[in-house]
């Protein structure tokens, strides 16, 4: 039954080849025979555009996706953050592994007294840009591109006060500086923290190794705040955070929608018991536009054009 090598499709920067062997050693540990193939995607070769320009929909997942469709690999292992809310026909998701932290942390260089005057802070994320530009209007915000140890070298060579990265993507490499601050107020990615594996949907060999891996409640966490994500059509380009937890028999989510300058934002909370999960990111993301989303929505695909 296990005479099959998986082989496992990876992007190959430090941090995804760490996720690669995370779920290598699972699977090896399961019993299953692996190999890890290493690519490079097309969001880690151009560096210096903003993603949004890239026309960023799966920009480091489009690389894999095709390796996977040619044959080349048997699965795909992404840090859930970057997937395209609809996956490429024949690929489907296998396994999502149990979330690390979710939360943004800003990086800083010497002191936070500058977050109460004139500051320059680094990312390369829209919904990161928005958050920060609504709490803290009288900041900077530049670009900051490449993978986690360019992106902190990259603060210590500029003239910037600080930078925000994700906690899980620091800490999985053992890389966290000890000048950082958690943002417990910035509303992160949807799916930020969490792994997900892809599998072709007619490799049931595979399909059923991974699905061995599979943390169901981070599946419902994720599958949620990727629904709110595809309602509100923002694609990886709109400044969109969603965040779902469960708490005892409840869902408890926390959705934001800012513009890109940060000075509009709709900030939406709501629960529901955990059996009614299915459909319950597209309701948040309904009462969103309705609140305004849509005028906000309408105004970043003007902005994006430009």
């Known amino acids: ?111 936070t007294v500058f977050l109460h005057h004139s500051a320059t802070v680094a990312t390369g994320s829209l919904r990161r840009q928005a958050q920060w530009l609504n709490r803290y209007p ?63 949907e007619h490799d049931a060999f595979c399909i059923d190794a991974v699905s061995k891996l599979n943390h169901t409640e981070s599946e419902i966490c994720t599958q949620i705040e990727r629904e709110f994500l595809r309602a509100l059509e923002g694609g990886c380009t709109a400044p969109i955070g969603a965040y779902a937890e469960i708490v005892g028999k409840d869902i408890r989510f926390e959705g934001v929608l800012c513009s890109i300058d940060g000075q509009q934002k709709i900030h939406i909370e709501k629960s529901t018991p955990v059996e009614d999960y299915e459909n319950f990111g597209r309701q948040c993301a309904e009462n969103a536009l309705q609140s305004g989303g849509y005028e906000i929505m309408e105004q970043i695909r003007k902005d994006l054009k430009k």
């Open 138 to 200: 009288h900041h900077n915000v530049v670009d900051l591109r490449g993978n986690v140890n360019t992106r902190l070298q990259k603060l210590q060579d500029n003239d910037w006060n600080g930078a925000i990265f994700a906690q899980a993507g620091l800490e999985r490499i053992n890389l966290t500086p000890e000048n950082h601050v958690a943002l417990d107020w910035m509303i992160p990615a949807p799916a930020q923290g969490a792994m997900v594996v892809v599998a072709m």
């Open 1 to 111: 039954m296990m005479n099959k090598t998986i082989r496992i499709g990876t992007r190959d920067s430090e941090l995804a080849l760490w996720q690669a062997h995370t779920v290598e050693r699972k699977l090896n540990d399961l019993g299953f025979a692996t190999e890890i193939v290493a690519v490079k995607s097309q969001g880690d070769i151009i560096l210096d555009k903003p993603l949004y320009e890239l026309g960023i929909t799966g920009i480091f997942t489009k690389t894999l996706d095709i390796a996977m469709l040619g044959g080349q690999i048997d699965i795909a292992v992404h840090s859930m953050k970057d997937v395209p809310t609809a996956l490429p026909k024949g690929i489907v998701q296998a396994a999502v592994l149990k979330r690390a932290s979710e939360k943004d942390i800003l990086v800083f260089k010497d002191n």
